[in-house]
């Protein structure tokens, strides 16, 4: 990765969404899945930076075959911080499972008790990724209001 | 496998159990899984054998590093005939999952609609079997039990 392509990710360390919930939970979850220390020593901005992918970033990528292990933990890191966020506001354990089939192709999942508060499909594993930081957050947050509406519409089934 | 461990599937072809919906249910799963085509010109009972574990055979197995495919298809086979029967009940979609993380550990969900209708933590997936096809059975029905219950009690979220 080039130095021009690092400064992607976001403008400065000043940047106030380094401060935001949601990227200081990515940046935790990133780091947790990090079984091959690709991140030790690296900065926020370095790290979050794997998550963006310009329309040209993602032209070079192939799609052929099944995803590394790298994008998978990116995948995971992504929907692990959703279900943090979830805890935190309604208090009750929310847990994220991420199955992928081969090619590239699964499904997302958060449960909380009985309660299926996320689902979605995957497609294109491979260029899992977002147009900058401020829309990977954007897009979270949108999938936290769904699970808290649908929290807050069946509570006794989220509290099973 | 030898002759004698063969004999421990069922007792014979005329055992009323190969005639059950689950027991038929397995089967097609199972067959639909092995990409590896092991299973091409087995009879029922050499293909089910594979779920019966005994004491003796659980001992001789050992549980050190990750499952095996054909282990992970035994998992994935006997939930998606509880979903399959599920459905068949309710007559709504039942989608599983099997999650396996490291050494043998792992999760199993079955979801309807946005309800979590069946939930278990996995153990020793190495030595995942039965003592018998009817033990088997009896495990799914009861699953399947569990699952109709809670689908009845929340029947405006299994169908969302």
Not at 125 to 135: M, Q, W, Y
Request: overall charge negative; charged content about 25%; proline content about 4%.
């Amino acid at each position: 990765m080039n130095a021009a392509a690092l400064t992607l990710a976001a403008e400065t360390t000043d940047d106030p969404i380094y401060q935001t919930d949601f990227i200081v939970e990515m940046l935790r979850q990133t780091r947790a899945l990090d079984s091959y220390g690709q991140w030790d020593g690296k900065t926020p901005q370095q790290i979050l930076d794997s998550y963006v992918l310009t329309k040209e970033r993602k032209r070079e990528i192939p799609v052929i075959g099944d995803p590394d292990d790298q994008i998978i933990s990116r995948v995971k890191s992504f929907h692990n911080a959703i279900a943090v966020l979830i805890e935190k506001e309604c208090s009750l354990m929310a847990v994220p499972f991420v199955q992928l089939t081969h090619e590239g192709f699964g499904r997302a999942l958060i449960v909380v008790g009985k309660l299926v508060v996320m689902d979605r499909t995957l497609r294109d594993v491979h260029r899992f990724g977002f147009e900058s930081l401020s829309k990977m957050k954007t897009e979270a947050d949108k999938y936290l209001g769904v699970a808290l509406e649908i929290i807050g519409k069946y509570p006794e089934v989220a509290g099973l």
